[in-house]
């Protein structure tokens, strides 16, 4: 089995630095711009853009959003959607730690248009590891990874101390193998 790799806070807050710098040369004034993170791995990174931006940060939950609902039911909400202001007109740069399928993105604008109509949305992402299934493609990225196909991109942002964070290449979790059991071993 394939080991984890690690990247740690030398590589990773360079790139935020870099995510800041280019929403800020993109808005110079942060007076209707919001940065929601959506819940939960884009949370903590929008806390710190919106500081570095003096933007103001929220969260966009999607769990009633996702479309693989049938499959895993609603989770308990972790951080529920809150967001500091009216989104109708704001320019919102939706921001999140992995770019990936593209599903998470859509289940987000789904969310954020329940909550009114912004003038434009942005998408700011710490790492774009490829391997879109929807037509989804960020505007602002900090990494770009190129993981396996069998590999599991997981990020750790600590808000307590950003010298913790880490972003790990590791084998995904395979899902349990369901049991199929022959129907005539039940017969009697």
């Known amino acids: 089995m ?3 790799t690690t990247i740690g806070p030398d590589e990773i807050e360079p790139a935020i630095q ?11 004034s942060a007076g209707r711009l919001l940065l929601l993170g959506i819940a939960n791995g884009g949370v903590e990174l929008a806390r710190r853009l919106a500081r570095r931006l003096g933007a103001r940060s929220g969260t966009i939950d999607i769990s009633f959003h996702r479309d693989d609902i049938g499959r895993h039911p609603i ?6 959607t809150q ?3 009216d989104v109708t ?3 919102v740069v939706l921001v999140d730690d992995v770019l990936f399928t593209g599903r998470t993105v859509k289940a987000a604008l789904d969310e954020l248009f329940d909550h009114g109509r912004p003038a434009k949305v942005e998408l ?6 490829g391997g879109r299934l929807m037509p989804v493609a960020a505007d602002y990225i900090g990494l770009v990874l190129a993981p396996a196909a069998g590999e599991k991109v997981a990020v750790t942002l600590d808000a307590q101390n950003p010298r913790r964070d880490t972003l790990r290449l590791e084998p995904a979790k395979s899902a349990p193998q369901s049991k199929i059991e022959n129907p005539k071993s039940k017969i009697r």
């Open 89 to 91: 007109g704001a320019t």
């Open 18 to 28: 870099r995510l800041a710098a280019a929403i800020r040369a993109r808005h110079a």
């Open 2 to 4: 394939p080991t984890a």
């Open 124 to 129: 700011a992402v710490l790492v774009d590891r």
């Open 83 to 85: 967001i500091p202001a």
């Open 75 to 80: 989770p308990k909400e972790f951080a529920p």
